[in-house]
């Protein structure tokens, strides 16, 4: 099974900052990464799958990067409705396992 | 639109089988683009990846190995729903079941939800 590392596990910042969030796979996935967000009592919402394409409707302040093992969701300049929990989540082999989440929170 | 939305008993006894189905509306399980899931959540922790059915003719199913003992994934076409049944519960299964939908044409992920419903298990 694929372990999902990411951190860190709490990110404090201010609406207008920048976020750079992590997530390091235990072995390689390729491209196959995929992130979501979610609010308190929602469902996760799909932002950016295969690493780095944003999903529809999904704003161009979000971006993801990398490749094999380790890699990063951008969010360029935070908006309030940004504040949320992160996870990413690897399909590049069964079991499908998702990351621990990283909180966003507004400092 | 697609609409997913789970129903089932929302609280379950120790030892007692789950049983939660999801309704599909605007979209058809039966398509070969396109995986259906169960992923829970439990009380303030992370997301946890369940099961899959995915239809190419046949029903094909893939499990978590850590549920995969206790846990049946099934669908039924002409209703348009499908199924999760895990039996022998305990306090640890208590969680916001979701289903969801995979979509091969987006890298494979999770494109669209259901609300999620809180399953209970007490006594």
Redesign the interface.
Known sequence: ?IVLTQSPATLSLSPGERATLSCRASQSVGS?L?W?QQKPG?????LI??AS?R?TGIPARFSGSGSGTDFTLTISSLESEDFAIY?C?Q?AS????????TQLEIK | QLQLQESGPGLVKPAETLSLTCTVSGGSISSSSYFWGWIRQPPGKGLEWIASIHYTGNANTYYSPSLNSRVTISGDTSKNQFSLNLNSVTDADTAVYFCARRSTLLGYSYDYWGQGTLVTVSS
Do not use: H, K, M
Request: hydrophobic share 30%; charged share 15%; proline share 8%.
């Open positions: 099974e196959s995929v979501y929602q469902a996760p919402r799909l799958y295969d394409n999903a996870y989540q399909r069964w079991p499908i396992t998702f990351g621990q989440g």
